[in-house]
């Protein structure tokens, strides 16, 4: 379909990407990489007056340390968070979930921060923000703000972002000694996950010391299996106890019906996932 008409405008620098957002009220759209605005555009599921392009924005690209911490630049794509080193090595888990996003054309053009503020509950990358207890650092006209991933996803394709705010980076903790897997079902290759698992596991001793689990697509935004994360802690690691507390991951969600599952069967999938993630995460599987 041919997207609507709109005003199109491409800032290079943050600051005048802030002002053109402000003097825009509620009427623009941020243009990153492209891979979820041009989509809603061309099925006319959303009618921005202004359509506002980031991408050639220098500084909002790379990755870098800061002390305990990665910052990733929003602009950075998913294929370079896949290959960075030091993402590998620091959040080994953003790096595998990353690698199972769409395919390598949408990877490279598409982007982390992108990702992020399009909230889509049943993308992979927004249970990984959770999971890694990820902060997202805004610029608006009243400065930088920080928002604990926790507090960023508000409702269904809704963020804490405010209209004349952008995202410019990702403050990611370093995961050093913790195991980690991504476990997703989906349908057919490359399509969006009926239901994903992130979990990340910090062993001791035999047991289970501590344990994240963040769930895609199990209700209108990202969520953690907190009854799960509970029952893990200080439990052994073994196949039977990684499964008695597998069996509520479900609790608290939410999860849609569509024409890929019922609620029922994405419960189902969410205690069957988050056993294999979480076994995978510890080194058993």
Sequence with gaps: MIPPAFAYARPATVEEAVRTLADSGDEA????????????????????????DVGRI???????????????????????????????????????????????????????????????????????????DAELVAVGPQGRRTVPAREFFADYLQTALRPDELLV????????????HYEKFNRVAQAWAVVGVAALVRRDDGHIAEARIGLTNMGPTPLRATATEAALAGAPVAADAVARAADSAAEGTRPSSDPSATPEYRAHLARVLTRRAVLAAAGTE
Excluded at 36 to 47: A, E, I, M, Q, Y
Excluded at 102 to 111: Q, Y
Aim: glycine share 12%; net charge neutral.
């Design 169 to 180: 980076e990702v403050r990611v903790p370093k995961t050093d000694g913790w195991g980690f």
């Design 58 to 132: 220098p500084g909002l690209r790379g990755v870098r340390e800061d002390g305990d911490a990665l910052v990733i630049g929003a602009l950075t794509t998913h294929h370079e968070v896949v290959r960075d080193p030091l993402v590998r090595r620091h959040a080994g888990l953003l790096a595998a979930a990353t690698a199972t996003v769409a395919d390598p054309a949408v990877r490279h053009r598409g982007t982390l921060g992108g990702s992020l503020a399009h909230a889509d509950p049943a993308g992979d990358l927004p249970a990984v923000a959770l999971a890694l």
């Design 29 to 52: 759209k941020v243009l990153a990489g492209g891979q979820s605005l041009l989509p809603l555009l061309r099925l006319r599921l959303t009618f921005p007056e202004l359509v506002v």
